[in-house]
């Protein structure tokens, strides 16, 4: 079978060794959509360039697929680099993969890999993570006390989940009393704990939905969150689990935006999919604030504005409003607000509003010009998804080459993002956008419609070309 054939080919020869040019072009032959995922790469591509004689001490922060695919193209564009990567994770975790084993159609097993496959050679890896930067000073201080300089640095540290925002709730409630979270993980470890513990309650629904209808919750912050799809992914994907199980459940999904999406066409087709649910009910601009996890109460704030009329002079205003809404519930599904590192919070590189300030083209810091950064970092207006970080690689490293040899920034990112949104089990809506509008990577395709064609990419192809072609910086 053309799928089997791919993964044989993506997954043959010694894990350490990428792909060569000849299987590139094999695998392009086996699969269109691949074929097509790698033809989207952009022209800031450093992949076949000559390497580079360039001089400077370059330190990589953090660990994951971005700082992975920035470390790979710069060992090939730098003919001697002189590379540091602080990141305390000794395993990697593919990430995309959690909402599969939340489905119970991977393992856990299956989304790790030593992170020494990508980190070796003449690399100076420190296995601990950043307490403090100095930007002024062009040092880092990790949390071991180990002073770090640099010349030039690349911020990849990811987003940290924020459980602690949501008052009443701890980490370890995570999976008890119908409570879960997909998004509960353990970088440093390399462990999914909130995907399998959200499988087990996906079957804890079904079981009860044996007996009565329970009342099930899904919410969204109203924050900024890596893969903004997989709250809905995982609303679509229970609902679907019961109703081919021929149950159902009271589902409720609050979310503290003011859309299901904000493309209007996928806007469109998620309110028609949640119709052809039994029950799915979206409460709109509610943000979860507070658990009882014992009562299973969630307290939710719910802002709008309304036209008020002045009673003394009969003139008509907006004006803000935040109730307080109390709902009872059988079973919760949280997504937790999320920040950067409490390091990089405190520290002079980030913006007004807590991220990391680039700008949104170059990448490139707005004060201080020797920093980049990549991946769900960076305070953008988009773009916290692991797609998002491939596109930036290229973008990062060819900035980065011209300020070394002080030349001007040609590379710029389009802002371009994926969500796979699963909208049941086998079929994917393939949200593809940009800073302008859609960008689908097969334009002839309506973007907007669930294919079963994206299942079968998202859930068979792409897990080895991440591992073979992502993280080695092939494209």
Not at 32 to 49: D, F, H, Q, R, Y
């Amino acid at each position: 079978m053309r799928r089997d054939n791919l993964k044989e080919l993506l997954n043959q020869g010694h894990e350490k060794e990428p792909l060569s040019r000849r299987d590139a072009i094999k695998l392009m032959g086996i699969s269109p959509i691949a074929a097509s995922v790698i033809a989207s790469v952009g022209s800031g591509s450093v992949t076949n360039a000559e390497a580079v004689d360039v001089k400077g001490k370059i330190l990589i922060v953090g660990g994951g697929s971005g700082a992975l695919m920035v470390l790979a193209r710069l060992n090939r564009a730098i003919s001697n680099p002189d590379i540091t990567v602080i990141a305390p994770n000794e395993t990697h975790l593919y990430q995309p993969g959690q909402v599969f084993v939340a489905a119970g159609l991977m393992t856990q097993d299956e989304l790790q890999k030593p992170n020494s496959d990508y980190i070796n050679g003449n690399v100076n890896w420190i296995k601990d993570e950043v307490k403090t930067f100095d930007a002024d000073n062009n040092t880092v201080t990790t949390r071991g006390g180990q002073v770090v300089g640099y010349d030039y640095m690349i911020v990849a540290t990811g987003v940290v989940n924020r459980f602690d925002k949501i008052a009443g709730l701890k980490e370890e409630d995570i999976g008890t009393n119908g409570i879960t979270s997909v998004y509960l993980s353990d970088l440093e470890k390399g462990t999914a704990r909130g995907a399998t513990a959200t499988w087990d309650w996906y079957n804890e629904v079904k079981k009860a939905a044996e007996t009565k209808r329970p009342t099930v919750l899904y919410t969204q912050p109203d924050t900024p969150i890596k893969c903004g799809g997989a709250p809905q992914k995982m609303l679509y994907l229970s609902a679907d689990y019961l109703k081919e199980a021929g149950l159902s459940a009271d589902y409720y999904f609050y979310t503290g935006l003011k859309k299901l999406f904000h493309l209007p066409k996928v806007d469109e087709e998620l309110t028609r999919v949640q119709k052809s649910y039994d029950k799915i009910e979206t409460k709109y601009s509610h943000f979860l604030r507070s658990i009882d996890v014992k009562a299973k109460k969630a307290t939710f704030i719910h802002a709008y504005e309304k036209e008020v009329i002045d009673e003394d002079f009969g003139e008509k205003s907006m004006q803000s409003f935040a109730d307080e809404v109390v709902v009872k519930y059988d079973f919760i599904h949280v997504v937790p607000p999320m920040t950067p590192p409490a390091a990089l919070e405190k520290s002079k590189l980030v913006n007004d509003s807590g991220w990391l300030d680039v700008d949104k083209f170059t990448l490139q810091h707005s004060k201080y010009k020797n920093v980049f950064g990549i991946g769900d970092v960076c305070g953008i207006p988009m773009g916290k998804t692991g797609g998002t970080a491939r596109h930036q690689g290229p973008i990062v490293v060819g900035n980065l080459l011209a300020v070394m040899q002080a030349k001007e920034l040609k590379e710029k990112f389009d802002g371009y993002t994926v969500c796979p949104l699963k909208t049941q089990y086998g079929k994917i809506l393939m949200a593809e956008f940009n800073y302008e509008g859609p960008k689908p990577t097969i334009p002839f395709l309506d973007y907007s419609k669930p294919r079963w064609m994206w299942w079968e990419f998202d859930r068979y192809m792409l897990e080895p070309m991440y591992w073979r072609l992502m993280l080695t910086g092939l494209f």
